[in-house]
C-alpha cells in the first residue's frame, strides 16, 4: 500500500525549532519529488517546500523562506522539514504530498497524502 | 505569491448541478494546464479529484468535471449527493516554480 506517514509536530514557543519528518512506503521513493503542504486551523491549504528527487533541488515559499528547511534521506524512504525561528502564524497541520509523476517537480498533482502531523507555535 | 480566488460557499440541493471558480493570473491558471481540484472532508487529508485542468484520477466519480477559460478554472459537480458536502480547492503551478492553492470552497448540500 502506498503510504505517507508524518511525525514530529508538537508545541513549541515563538522563536524555536522543530524537525518534522515523513515516512514513505509502497513506492520507489528516490525517483519522486515530494512537498510539505500546511493547513492553519480553520484556514485554507499553504505550499511550503518542495524538493527534487534526489534531494539536490529544494524549493520554497515565501512565507518560510530563510526559516525552513527540506531535505530527504532516500536510503530511510524519509522526507524531512526542519523548522526555525517559528512564528505563531506557522500553526497549521503539515502534510507531506507525492505527486502523480516523476518527470518534473511541478508538473503533477499531488495523489499521495499523509494524515498530517500538527505543529502549534505558542508560549 | 498569492492565492488562487474561489468563493467562499456554493450550495445545491441533491441532484442539481454546482460549479465552483478558480481565478488566477497568467502565471499561474492562464499560463498553465496544470490545474487540480482536490475535496477535503473535516479532519481528513485532501483527495485529488481532478488533474491536468480536466483528467479524473483513477476511482473519482464522473460526476466530477474540469475545464477552463483564460485565467479561470472551474470544477463542476453534476447529480449533487450528500458525500459531496466538503471543502474544495483548486491549485496550480505558476511561474515562480511554486505551487498555488486556492481559497477553498465550502459546499453545502442542502
Known amino acids: 500500500e502506498v503510504q505517507l506517514v508524518e511525525s514530529g509536530g508538537g508545541l513549541v514557543q515563538p522563536g524555536g525549532s522543530l524537525r518534522l519528518s515523513c515516512a514513505a512506503s509502497?513506492?520507489?521513493?528516490?525517483?519522486?519529488?515530494m512537498s510539505w503542504v500546511r493547513q492553519a486551523p480553520g484556514k485554507g491549504l499553504e505550499w511550503v517546500s518542495a524538493t527534487s528527487g534526489g534531494g539536490g533541488n529544494t524549493y520554497y515559499a515565501d512565507s518560510v523562506t530563510g526559516r525552513f528547511t527540506i531535505s530527504r534521506d532516500n536510503s530511510k524512504n524519509t522526507v524531512y522539514l526542519q523548522l526555525n525561528s517559528l512564528r505563531a502564524d506557522d500553526t497549521a497541520v503539515y502534510y507531506c504530498?507525492?505527486?502523480?509523476?516523476?518527470?518534473?517537480?511541478?508538473?503533477?498533482?499531488?495523489?499521495?497524502w499523509g494524515q498530517g502531523t500538527m505543529v502549534t507555535v505558542s508560549s | 505569491q498569492s492565492a488562487l480566488t474561489q468563493p467562499a460557499s456554493v450550495s445545491g440541493s441533491p441532484g442539481q448541478s454546482i460549479t465552483i471558480s478558480c481565478t488566477g493570473t497568467?502565471?499561474?491558471?492562464?499560463?498553465?494546464?496544470?490545474v487540480s481540484w482536490y475535496q477535503q472532508h473535516p479532519g481528513k487529508a485532501p483527495k485529488l479529484m481532478i488533474y491536468d485542468v480536466r483528467n479524473r484520477p483513477s476511482g473519482v466519480s464522473n460526476r466530477f468535471s474540469g475545464s477552463k477559460s483564460g485565467n479561470m478554472a472551474s470544477l463542476t459537480i453534476s447529480g449533487l449527493q450528500a458525500e459531496d458536502e466538503a471543502d474544495y480547492y483548486c491549485s496550480s503551478y505558476t511561474s515562480s516554480n511554486t505551487y498555488a492553492f486556492g481559497t477553498g470552497t465550502k459546499v453545502t448540500v442542502l
Open positions: 509502497g513506492f520507489t521513493f528516490g525517483i519522486y519529488a
Open positions: 504530498a507525492r505527486p502523480s509523476g516523476v518527470t518534473a517537480i511541478f508538473r503533477f498533482a499531488f495523489d499521495i
Open positions: 497568467s502565471s499561474d491558471v492562464g499560463g498553465y494546464n496544470y
